[in-house]
């Protein structure tokens, strides 16, 4: 059975934009890729003393469970020079989940939906590119919704267009 998944990726280190074209071409050896938003240079959240960040989303049509498809991003980000040495900190690569289908998951290693994503302008407004009428399974609210929420303090500009694959 195949679920949608939809992905956050970003880089802020090396050629950004290489890194999350290679990250989109390693998703397809785990999924197919249905769609890729627009790229987006973001600031750094948190631990802002970094370089911006470029940002898209990915809908990933994938047969792994999430305990899985996890797994298989963090390969692909090792695979591709991650080192997680300081939280939030920069980054070769980051491949988070934000939606598994309708799923609603709370463990250890992984929680979705993604716990920060409605609260993230750099997360929600590739992925309203994407898929603006997707519902939060917790939130009850679609994508352009929550996008619609939050204050325009976040710095998000599109710098690519989109990678349509649909």
Not at 41 to 67: I, K, R
Not at 73 to 85: A, C, N, S, T
Request: hydrophobic share 40%.
């Amino acid at each position: 059975m195949n679920n949608l998944a939809y992905l956050s990726i970003g880089s802020n280190l090396g050629n950004r934009e290489q890194n999350l074209k290679t990250a989109v071409q390693k998703l397809e050896s785990i999924g197919t890729v249905l769609c890729v938003s627009s790229l987006y240079e973001t600031e750094p959240v948190e631990f802002t003393d970094q370089p911006m960040f470029l940002n898209s989303a990915v809908a990933l049509e994938t047969s792994a469970s999430p305990a899985r498809l996890i797994e298989q991003l963090i390969e692909i980000e090792k695979g591709m020079g991650r080192e997680r040495i300081q939280r939030k900190g920069p980054r070769t690569i980051d491949l988070d989940i934000l939606l598994f289908g309708d799923q609603i998951l709370n463990t250890e290693k992984l929680t979705i939906p993604h716990p920060a994503m409605q609260h993230r302008r750099f997360v929600l407004e590739p992925l309203a590119e994407i898929a603006p009428e997707v519902i939060h399974p917790v939130l009850k609210r679609t994508v352009r919704e929550l996008l619609k929420q939050l204050p325009a303090e976040q710095s998000v500009h599109r710098i690519g267009m989109a990678n349509d694959r649909s």
